[in-house]
């Protein structure tokens, strides 16, 4: 283990980080505060360098070490065009790891899509080369990329920093390895809890990608979340799968599904807790609920780093005949084109919110339909409200949060979606992605 760096150290690199992401015109909905400082998860250590795989003078490739004895757990995309390492960690994790310790090695710049087998052997030989370095199994190497599609990626760069950043790893760079996996994004997004379990202090860190290219089912995200608890593996996974739901697969920038998508979320078992085994006893519980706090943080980050974005809207649908009907009404309304320019307008036009709800296809009683926005009942009960007028519509329509809330009359289903505006800057960012 190397010698633990000063705060002067520390300063200066996060300096140097800034001076070097100067330039990007960040996000008005990033957090004010910036990066946060995540606590130190035993086991887990990071690095992160510059292969020039698409960007240069910027780290574009980040390597996470976890310890022996981790258990890791993992979603992925549905996309039947996912990309070669998105097929390869899925196989892994169906196989499973021993307990000789793990590496999660992420590029940005190329996301190694619809490459074939070409594709499938820049992943063989990017694991082969850090299962070497580190001493550590090949089925126990797991990696990403993101970016461009359809293009070879130049594995060879890669490869050519292994060593570099298995000498390199330490336990402070969460966040260089956080902006080493940016693409369109234009801040790095982190997120973390710390709270007790039977008198053992248990730590969430956890960061994330994603800008554009975002729907449920995932979204064009790569989230690495890591925790010293000590947990069962399966439990892990059934955790991670039901909070996903209503975090990373409850947000959309622009209803595009990525093909590389991956959240995985590694437990060191450091902490020091009694071992959980089940799920529903109350140390299960306490995990459930800070990691549900920690992924819905970085869920709403990636939104708030939409493409162009201006604007960040919480949908809530209430009254629908299930949650999955409300689910779909909701991403009906954020998936409208016709509603998000509207948001980017500050146009109050609630009669496409009407829209939203009858496209969805779901059931709704246009009788009993309400809107607000914000606290302001616009619509009640199939018609607009006596006591709304378009002043108070177009001042709301002015702040940077917003919400807009329908009951559709049928039931007692309920979901919340989150999603942004659609400016011309999205157009902007996405006409010239190639160039």
Known sequence: MKNKK????????????????STVNISPLAPENGFPILPQIQGIRFAAAAANVKYSERNDVMLIECAAGSSI?????????????????QNKLKIGINDKGAAILVNSGNSNAFTGSYGEESVQKICLAVSNEMKIPFNSVFTASTGV?????????????????????????????????????????????????????VNISGFAKGSGMIAPDMATMLVYIMTDIAIE????????AKLNEKTFNSITVDSD??????LMLIATGQSGNKII???????????????????????????????GATKFLEIEVNGAVSEKSAKIVALAIANSPLIK???????????????GVGKSGEPADRDKISIWFGDILVAHHGWGASSYSENLGQNYMKNQELKITVDLGVGDGSAKVWTCDLTHQYISINADYRS
Not at 6 to 21: F, G, P, Q, R, V
Not at 165 to 177: C, G, I, T
Not at 257 to 262: E, I, N
Request: glycine share 4%; aromatic share 4%; charged share 25%.
């Open 341 to 355: 320019t509207a948001i980017a307008g500050e146009d109050p036009n609630w009669g496409r919110v009407v829209m």
């Open 233 to 240: 593996k399966n439990i892990l996974q059934n955790i991670l």
């Open 73 to 89: 757990a993992g979603l992925f995309t549905k996309s039947s065009t996912r990309s070669a390492s998105v097929l390869d960690c």
């Open 257 to 262: 599904t990525s093909t590389s998508d991956s």
């Open 277 to 307: 085994i089940d799920e529903n006893s109350a140390e299960a519980l306490k995990f459930t609920e800070e990691l549900h706090a920690v992924m819905l943080n970085l869920a709403k980050q990636v939104v708030r780093d939409g493409e």
């Open 6 to 21: 000063s705060i002067a150290e520390l300063e200066l690199e996060l300096a140097e980080l800034k001076n070097k992401y």
């Open 149 to 201: 599609i359809g293009e070879k990626l130049p594995h060879e760069k890669i490869i050519s920093k292994v060593k570099e950043l298995n000498s390199k790893l330490d336990e402070y760079s969460a966040e260089s390895a956080a902006r080493a996996i940016m693409t369109t994004d234009t801040f790095p997004k982190g997120a973390c809890s710390s709270f007790s379990i039977n008198n053992s202090i």
